[in-house]
């Protein structure tokens, strides 16, 4: 595994080093012409398609097309990032060699090669990112914010009903209510009715899908079909005719594949180490942008009484190892749902929290790790679980 690990570090430093700028889907409209000083650009190729689709770069210089070979019109300079999305009603798009930083670790030149692969959805999760703005929801704010959800169509109940998590984060207003709508079928750009009020957290910044939630069968082929959105509502002059924002003030279409890595597991005392007496549970959730390491959203929900911190840790040798916080989750709150579950979260920063190079490459290769940490006598032989209580072993979805 190490060498595995040292040689994904190796790519990811020649596509990904400093700077923080994100770059999820949503936005855009029309091929952008080049600007400014770039002078490179970025292109490759679509197969797999089964009609046309809209592939981005960095959230817009927008192409519609089908199968074939493609040049973003936008060029980039030295330096510059880039992330190469897709959005497609009909199919499982992959986007491999789309994201990374002009220039790092060789000399600056074209972006070639990048493939864009679409098939038939399968059983694999369903993961969509999603860019927030004014601009989608016809108002004049300049709040923003990003985020994504994690499907996996293999949990469902006994209705046929799939488990869902992710959320939001986002700036620039105080929300007076935040949900994920579903849009009119075939119409994703109008509005419809919400279908899953999002729990805001105590920064009112940070707001996720209720802990257990799920969508319907229909729900979930709306998601498929690009009809879900996030929606922030506010009580802002800034959506006239009407005198507030209360019918949405900023939105965004929950509808982008590829460019993100994402993962949402499981945490409990087996996969701490050494394994904890605990009973607690948890699941973790989180979605960072591939190119800068941005996060769009992460937190974890939990049973742990006491709790006393949070992380995401990155692991020296795997699965099987404990190792250093990368990213800490200091806002602890409880009973966020009623039912005594706990929520744990970072602080949303602008530029956002982001993962560095070495941590995103610890990322593709499952190094890294939610913990939960505790005061709890669960833990021997240690007298606290201040080493964690539970645990939860990141893989790449």
Do not use: W
Not at 4 to 10: A, E, K, N, W, Y
Not at 192 to 203: C, F, K, N, R, Y
Not at 325 to 349: C, E, M, S, W
Request: charge should be negative; aromatic fraction near 4%; include cysteine.
């Amino acid at each position: 595994m190490m060498k595995i690990r040292d040689v994904l570090i190796g790519f990811v430093v020649s596509a990904i080093v400093v700077g923080i700028a994100v770059s999820c889907g949503g936005g855009g409209g029309g091929s952008s012409g080049p600007t400014g000083p770039a002078t490179y650009t970025v292109s490759g190729a679509l197969s797999g398609a089964t009609g046309t689709i809209v592939l981005k770069l960095n959230g817009g210089s927008n192409i519609s097309m089908a199968n074939g070979s493609f040049t973003f019109a936008t060029m980039l300079a030295d330096q510059d990032f880039y992330n190469v999305q897709v959005v497609d009603a009909n199919d499982r798009c992959t986007v491999a060699g789309g994201a990374g930083q002009i220039g790092v670790g060789y000399s600056a030149a074209n972006v070639t090669g990048v493939a864009v692969t679409c098939a038939a959805q399968g059983t694999q999760k369903v993961i969509r990112s999603a860019r927030l703005d004014g601009a989608q929801e016809g108002s004049m704010s300049s709040a923003t914010g990003v985020g994504g959800v994690i499907v996996d169509p293999t949990d469902t109940d006994v209705n046929g009903n799939v488990l869902i998590t992710g959320g939001i984060t986002f700036s620039g207003l105080t929300s007076t209510g935040q949900h994920i709508h579903q849009a009119p079928v075939g119409n994703p750009t109008a509005t419809g009715p919400v279908i899953i009020p999002l729990t805001l957290a105590s920064d009112g910044k940070t707001a996720i899908v209720p802990p257990g939630r799920r969508l319907t069968p229909a729900q979930y082929t709306a998601l498929l079909a690009g009809e879900l959105y996030f929606n922030v509502h506010s009580a802002n002059n800034l959506c006239p005719p009407a005198p507030t924002c209360a019918a949405g003030e900023i939105r965004g279409q929950i509808n982008t594949q590829g460019g993100v890595l994402a993962s949402a597991v499981s945490l409990d005392n087996t996969q701490e180490v050494p394994s904890s007496q605990s009973t607690a549970t948890g699941k973790g959730t989180v979605v960072a942008d591939a190119a800068t390491g941005a996060i769009l959203i992460t937190y974890i929900t939990h049973t742990v009484s006491n709790a006393s911190a949070a992380h995401i840790h990155a692991s020296p040798t795997g699965p099987g190892s404990n190792g250093s916080v990368i990213i800490g989750f200091p806002n602890l709150q409880t009973n966020v749902d009623g039912a005594g579950t706990n929520l744990a979260y970072p602080t949303v920063t602008s530029p956002p929290t982001a993962l560095n190079t070495t941590n995103l490459a610890n990322f593709l290769a499952n190094y890294l790790y939610f913990n939960v940490h505790s005061p709890n006598n669960l833990c021997p032989p240690a007298a606290t679980c201040g080493a964690g209580e539970i645990r939860g072993n990141i893989a790449v979805q």
